[in-house]
């Protein structure tokens, strides 16, 4: 019998060590709408936003409200900050653009762009901000013409002008660099090819990669890329970087985010599970989580701590030390 009470003791003591890294503030049905990306607004204000327009503020310690926003019902892509605004990008041509100071939404519609969806957005050194996407349909894994795109934007959603296009191409994710230029991920339906451009005027293609690259981003001047292995997302993940190649992950399902979170690179994946990335070596790590369907990205709240968000409108803080 003591040895019983021993045994429950210690699998009490092990048992909250998830409890004490994992802390679920948000969780519905797995039907219900998925957030897609969360958006560091203030040091203790964190936007999160997804499918049908759901879109939510957290703070640091987990509490989450809603916001009083003109939602249209569509689907939220990107959420980004840019100086005394949060724009907010949609599935079909329409942007939000919140004023932090006045407290105040304006909503924008593009009617040159219907039926195409403002995947990311990004800031530019010159103030200017440049908008990617294509076909709504490919953003939610359908078979169309992706008829991919690369425009800027003025800050005041009055002037839009496209920069490159490509029929047969979707633009899932963009980069701009110290020194001004751009990279921009391109997929045909069977392999990547990252494009750049100094002058937002002349493109020329950097790397083939070869799988759907999904986002790139800059840790420690090394260009990083995550993903899927083909087209069937849910299957096997990749992640990379131009020194150290390409490392393909069997059932992850596809890799939808990746940042630096204290010394190690952490991803997010299909498969509902984070993974800790060594940067020189690539070799992982899988962070053991409350798991959910699917995590599709994450923010810093501290060095260790972060706030994830997937599918069934998961919300969670985690420590990844």
Not at 299 to 314: A, R
Request: hydrophobic share 40%; glycine share 8%; proline share 1%.
């Amino acid at each position: 019998m003591k040895l019983i009470l021993k045994i429950v003791f210690l699998l009490f003591l092990c048992n909250p060590v998830l409890g004490q890294n994992v802390k679920m503030i948000h969780k519905g049905l797995e039907s219900d709408s998925s957030f897609y990306h969360i958006e560091k607004v203030n040091d203790n204000e964190f936007w999160a936003g997804g499918e049908y327009g759901i879109l939510k503020k957290i703070d640091t310690l987990g509490n989450v409200s809603s916001l009083n926003f003109p939602n249209e019902g569509i689907d939220i892509l990107k959420i980004k900050k840019v100086k005394e605004y949060v724009f907010i990008t949609t599935a079909n041509a329409i942007i939000y653009r919140y004023d932090i100071k006045k407290k105040t939404f304006i909503i924008k519609t593009f009617p040159e762009f219907n039926g195409k969806c403002f995947y990311d957005l990004i800031e530019l050194k010159n103030g200017k901000l440049l908008l990617c996407g294509g076909t709504t349909e490919i953003a939610i894994a359908k078979k169309k013409i992706p008829n991919g795109f690369i425009a800027i934007l003025d800050e005041d959603l009055n002037y839009i002008e496209v920069v490159w296009k490509n029929k047969m191409k979707f633009v899932w994710s963009l980069l701009a660099s110290e020194h001004g230029g751009v990279s921009a991920v391109t997929f045909n339906g069977i392999n990547t090819e990252i494009i750049k451009s100094e002058d937002l005027k002349s493109w020329e293609k950097d790397i083939k990669i070869k799988g759907l690259v999904h986002e790139i981003t800059a840790i420690d001047n090394q260009l990083w890329y995550c993903g899927a292995k083909n087209i069937h997302f849910k299957r096997d993940g990749i992640i990379g970087n131009r020194s150290n190649g390409q490392k393909k992950l069997k059932n992850t399902g596809c890799l939808w985010s990746l940042n630096t979170v204290g010394s190690k690179i952490i991803a997010a994946t299909q498969s509902g599970e984070l993974l800790r990335v060594d940067k020189m070596s690539n070799e992982i790590e899988y962070i053991e989580t409350q798991k959910t369907s699917t995590i599709y990205g994450f923010e810093i709240i501290s060095e260790y701590k972060i706030l994830v968000v997937g599918s069934g409108n998961t919300l969670f803080l985690m420590n990844t030390e």
